[in-house]
């Protein structure tokens, strides 16, 4: 089976807090990519960052930093000191070859963040 | 940049009418793709779009649901009958390359139908 589990459904924090978001994946590719997508209330899924398998090297951006392990099939991503304008839905997601040469995305379902004042 | 512009941004409708939905990607991006999301839910993936040829539709409600990217640049999403069932938020979204290619997918605002 190819999925994204993305077991924390909600998570509230107040603001200033670390928060980590989890993402486990299944996949029988070799070669595959992963991606985080932030989509706050407005609606719009913004991209944040993308991975590819053979690149476990952790990286940062600012607040925010994502750990790739692929001994456990994981990308997290944490933000620190989190702020309100960082209340969103985030994605993770998965891009898997299928027939055809054709690549596809599988989407988690999503881990709802509120950040409190 | 302009980023992918999608039109309208919200839209009511009675069941059994008919609506569609526009989208003008990224300028030079080949792909283009329509999700729908509902409450709730990660993106499905309605149609994918490869210049003007369609890659997959598997998903796509073909009794009821159309589209097209006639000039490979801009795209139509009609749906005709509308169904309860279909209230949803519609995305598009475009990357540069070709399919086979995992090119980053840049969404647009979204439309969010409402079925009465």
């Known amino acids: 089976a190819q999925k994204v589990t993305q077991a924390q459904t909600e998570i509230s924090v107040v603001e200033k807090e670390d928060v980590t978001l989890d993402c486990v994946y299944e996949t029988r590719d070799t070669t595959y990519y992963l991606f985080w997508y932030k989509q706050p209330p407005s609606g719009e899924l913004v991209f944040l960052i993308r991975r590819n398998s053979f690149d476990e090297q952790n990286e940062i951006s600012g607040r925010y930093s994502w750990n790739f392990q692929k001994s456990t099939s994981s990308f997290n991503f944490t933000i620190t000191a989190s702020q309100v304008v960082d209340s969103a839905v985030y994605f993770c997601a998965l891009s898997v070859l299928r027939a055809g040469n054709n690549r596809k995305l599988i989407w988690g379902l999503g881990t709802s963040l509120a950040v409190n004042p | 940049e302009a980023g992918v512009a999608q039109s309208p941004r919200y839209k009511i409708i009675e069941k059994r009418q008919s609506v569609a939905f526009w989208c003008n990607p990224i300028?030079?991006?080949?792909?283009l793709y329509w999700y729908q999301q509902i409450l709730g839910q990660g993106p499905k993936l309605l149609i994918q779009?490869?210049?003007?040829?369609?890659?997959?539709d598997s998903q796509l409600p073909k009794d009821r649901f159309s589209a097209e990217r006639l000039k490979g640049v801009d795209s139509t999403l009609k749906i005709q009958p509308a169904k309860l069932e279909d209230s949803a938020v519609y995305l598009c979204?475009?990357?540069?390359?070709?399919?086979?290619?995992?090119?980053?997918?840049?969404f647009g605002p979204g439309t969010r139908l409402t079925v009465l």
């Open positions: 300028s030079g991006h080949a792909t």
């Open positions: 979204a475009s990357s540069p390359g070709l399919v086979s290619r995992t090119d980053t997918q840049y």
């Open positions: 779009f490869q210049n003007n040829g369609v890659v997959d």
